[in-house]
């Protein structure tokens, strides 16, 4: 189940950007989405205010309602069945 929410610092209030993930996962610079001023070595390191350098909170979270990622699945699973049905034929 993924959660979107925005990263803000414990210390100065700042938002530092957006962040998708997983619930209950920790909040690293891969999750954030758009502009963000945060201060981090990579990908996997978590997440620090881009002002002050204090530790983040994920505020107003919420659930994402997406069927994105079930229609990519779907789309997937019929050029499956298409490759299949070409290579039945060619046999």
Known sequence: M?????????????????????????????GLRGESGAHAAGPEELIRCGRC???????????????????????LREQIAALDAERDRAA
């Open 2 to 30: 993924l959660v979107i929410g925005d990263a803000k610092c414990l210390h100065c209030g700042w938002v530092t950007g957006r962040w998708v993930g997983p619930k209950g996962a920790p909040l690293t610079v891969s």
């Open 53 to 75: 350098e204090g530790p983040v909170f994920l505020d107003d979270a919420s659930l994402v309602n997406s069927t994105y990622r079930l229609r990519r699945i779907r789309r």
